[in-house]
């Protein structure tokens, strides 16, 4: 299964299906990729609340190119942690908004992929691989109890991106990402008076690095 094939399938239908075969992406599969991919983006904004970042092609199509190595090295286990880094293309670290939401559109489901191979051990290099970026993701890892490594305050410097974190932290009642100040008070803003309905215990859940 091609790349284009792949975001097709996993947008549309949330399946993962790929070949579990390493090959190298062709020109021509990450060209007719990128218009996907924007599509995608010009969709999931309509849910975005305020404006949402600006699309950045580079992004999107490097953390389609991981998710899509990823979900084969779930499947297969045909890696060492010697080879592991030679297997991943490259993801670069966020420096901007729309690095942040543009990777999101695929990365958003690492924690699904995570789920997906909890057969593996703590110690397996792909399981400690893809807790780390999940950690250098924040704003795609959300639900996972892993406490940010870095981009948070990309997140929280963004009005957008802010609403939509506080939005999935609420959701997957992740009380680990509410050790940020700025994020703690998205979190209660938009709980509102309906913490003991959407948050049952939020008032009364210690948060780590906040508490006395």
Same mark, same amino acid.
């Given at each position: 299964?091609?790349l284009s094939v792949f975001i097709t399938t996993l947008v549309r239908e949330?399946?993962? #299906?790929?070949?579990?075969?390493?090959?190298?992406?062709?020109?021509?599969?990450?060209?007719?990729?990128?218009?996907?991919?924007?599509?995608?983006?010009?969709?999931?904004?309509?849910?975005?609340?305020?404006?949402?970042?600006?699309?950045?092609?580079?992004?999107?199509?490097?953390?389609?190119?991981?998710?899509?190595?990823?979900?084969?090295? #779930?499947?297969?286990?045909?890696?060492?942690?010697?080879?592991?880094?030679?297997?991943?293309?490259?993801?670069?670290?966020?420096?901007?908004?729309?690095?942040?939401?543009?990777?999101?559109?695929?990365?958003?489901? @690492?924690?699904?992929?995570?789920?997906?191979?909890?057969?593996?051990?703590?110690?397996?290099?792909?399981?400690?691989?893809?807790?780390?970026?999940?950690?250098?993701?924040?704003?795609?890892? #959300?639900?996972?109890?892993?406490?940010?490594?870095?981009?948070?305050?990309?997140?929280?410097?963004?009005?957008?991106? @802010?609403?939509?974190?506080?939005?999935?932290?609420?959701?997957?009642?992740?009380?680990?990402?509410?050790?940020?100040?700025?994020?703690?008070?998205?979190?209660?803003?938009?709980?509102?008076?309906?913490?003991?309905?959407?948050?049952?215990?939020?008032?009364?859940?210690? #948060?780590?690095?906040?508490?006395?």
């Open positions: 299964m091609n949330n399946q993962v #299906t790929v070949a579990t075969g390493m090959h190298a992406f062709s020109r021509e599969e990450l060209a007719e990729s990128v218009p996907l991919l924007q599509n995608y983006y010009q969709h999931d904004i309509a849910d975005m609340p305020d404006i949402a970042p600006e699309f950045a092609a580079h992004s999107a199509l490097q953390a389609a190119q991981y998710i899509y190595r990823i979900a084969s090295l #779930t499947q297969s286990r045909q890696y060492s942690a010697a080879t592991l880094r030679d297997l991943l293309p490259i993801l670069s670290s966020a420096t901007g908004p729309a690095d942040i939401y543009s990777a999101d559109l695929c990365l958003r489901y @690492l924690p699904d992929l995570i789920s997906l191979a909890k057969g593996l051990p703590a110690t397996d290099p792909l399981m400690i691989h893809m807790k780390e970026m999940a950690a250098r993701w924040p704003f795609s890892s #959300t639900g996972m109890n892993i406490l940010p490594l870095e981009g948070v305050g990309i997140i929280t410097g963004h009005p957008s991106l @802010l609403q939509a974190y506080a939005d999935r932290i609420i959701a997957s009642k992740d009380i680990q990402r509410c050790d940020d100040p700025q994020v703690m008070a998205a979190v209660t803003a938009s709980l509102g008076n309906y913490a003991d309905l959407l948050w049952p215990g939020f008032n009364t859940a210690p #948060t780590p690095g906040l508490s006395a």
